[in-house]
């Protein structure tokens, strides 16, 4: 899993800039270690439950 967090990471910043939803400054890391820094084990669907929760609640407001 994580090598496909490797290998996705720098694609998917790429998009998000192009997007204009990511600032362009991000693309000037070092993506491909950045995505091999990654742990996929940290990234936990409750955390993303929480995330979502947070702005339905924003939303309603």
């Given at each position: ?33 950045l ?14 439950d ?5 702005r339905?609640?924003?939303r309603?407001?």
């Amino acid at each position: 899993m994580s090598e496909r967090y490797a290998s996705y990471f720098p694609a998917f910043i790429a998009t998000g800039i192009e997007a204009e939803l990511i600032d362009p400054e991000l693309g000037r890391f070092d993506l491909a270690k950045l995505g091999a820094a990654l742990k996929p084990e940290r990234d936990l669907p409750d955390r993303l439950d929480c995330h979502r929760s947070r702005r339905n609640r924003s939303r309603s407001a």
